[in-house]
């Protein structure tokens, strides 16, 4: 099944920084908006950042907003989210996926699939 695979997970220090990327697996990513999610254990899965189909328009959710940082390189189709000044709460395993085909961030259910994720764990 096509989907996107997430990298770039780890064990940091609170306070430390991580880059995630979300990479495509066997197919592009140019042409779709993508949004970041996190589910920490015993949680329900979250919406974290999403990057229109172009990189026009970002967004982010209150809590990360200031620290987190969704970019994306348009040669490759490469979604990266950078992760500054990590809290113990931003502990969970981080999803990438297509959420439409459109320049802007609103989801479409059903659009796009789950990757394996990565694990991001802050603690000291």
């Known amino acids: 099944q096509l989907h996107a695979v997430e990298s770039g997970g780890g064990l940091v220090q609170p306070g430390g920084s991580l880059r995630l990327s979300c990479t495509p697996s066997?197919?592009?990513?140019?042409?779709?908006?993508v949004g970041w999610f996190r589910q920490a254990p015993g949680k329900e899965r979250e919406g974290v950042s999403c990057i229109s189909s172009t990189g026009t328009y970002t967004n982010y959710t209150e809590s990360v907003k200031g620290r987190f940082t969704i970019s994306r390189d348009s040669a490759k189709g490469t979604v990266f989210l950078q992760m500054d000044s990590l809290r113990p709460e931003d502990t969970a395993i981080y999803y990438c996926?297509?959420?439409?085909?459109?320049?802007?961030?609103?989801?479409?259910?059903?659009?796009?699939?789950w990757g394996p994720g990565t694990q991001v764990t802050v603690s000291s």
């Open positions: 066997g197919f592009p990513l140019h042409y779709y908006a």
């Open positions: 996926r297509t959420i439409n085909s459109h320049d802007e961030c609103t989801p479409l259910p059903g659009f796009g699939s």
